[in-house]
């Protein structure tokens, strides 16, 4: 049974009502070369609806996040949803994605509930064709980095603290990329991981109105997480 509080996410595709989200847009050009990867896009909390809180929203409710490894080629020490390549044995987004999770952070897929698969997103700088795949913990089990090479945090992100606008902005590349971003648990959320929260959180009846004219540079806003000291 879908959780309540989760059931727009669900069923309805990610948005962007203010023209900010340019991760939802991006499709692979149809001479482009691809590869095949999912994303587990996995919320957990309590199954109960809290009836005073924004869209039902319980306040244990999360979502799992990753941090690459910095050591990585491709996306190093960027924040993201557990995943991966697709293998010619997979029969499917859902169970790459699950796969993949499991890999990456040690969880039981078996207390997993696969909720939706969103479309295909194109992610250019690595030629990944990826497929988010919406699903609830009904079960959650013990998770954390498998591989140091892979990951260097697995955690548990409060959807309240992603939805507090003190924590929510626009950040700019230098190579003209704009798009949403977070800053929560000493982590900046960017990119194809940040693109696909903000759609999700669009439609989810939880969202709190935040500052969209907030636009800070990407490489100043890495600085501050990193050494935890803020420009004045």
Not at 26 to 40: G, M
Not at 84 to 100: F, N, Q, V
Not at 121 to 134: K, M, N, Q, W
Not at 188 to 205: C, D, E, K, P, Q
Request: no cysteine; hydrophobic share 40%.
């Amino acid at each position: 049974m879908i959780p309540e509080w989760l059931r727009r996410v669900a069923s309805v595709s990610p948005a962007d009502p203010h023209g900010l989200n340019p991760i939802l847009n991006r499709r692979a050009p149809r001479d482009a070369r691809v590869r095949q990867a999912s994303v587990l896009v996995l919320f957990g909390g309590s199954p109960a609806t809290d009836p005073i809180a924004r869209g039902g929203l319980p306040t244990d409710a999360d979502v799992l996040l990753t941090q690459r490894a910095a050591t990585l080629r491709q996306h190093s020490g960027q924040v993201a949803f557990p995943g991966g390549a697709a293998d010619p044995e997979d029969y499917g987004a859902i169970h790459t994605a699950l796969r993949e999770a499991q890999e990456e952070t040690g969880l039981d897929p078996s207390g997993i509930r696969p909720l939706a698969v969103l479309p295909e997103l194109f992610i250019p700088p690595s030629g990944f064709e990826v497929t988010p795949v919406v699903a609830y913990w009904e079960t959650p089990s013990p998770v954390g980095v498998v591989d140091p090479r892979e990951a260097t945090r697995v955690v548990r992100v409060s959807l309240h603290d992603l939805l507090d606008p003190d924590n929510r902005f626009q950040v700019r590349h230098r190579l003209g990329y704009q798009g949403p971003a977070f800053q929560v648990d000493g982590m900046l959320v960017w990119g194809f991981t940040a693109g696909v929260l903000a759609g999700l959180f669009a439609v989810s009846g939880w969202e709190i109105e935040w500052d969209h004219d907030d636009v800070r540079d990407l490489d100043v806003v890495l600085t501050e997480v990193e050494t935890g000291v803020v420009e004045s």
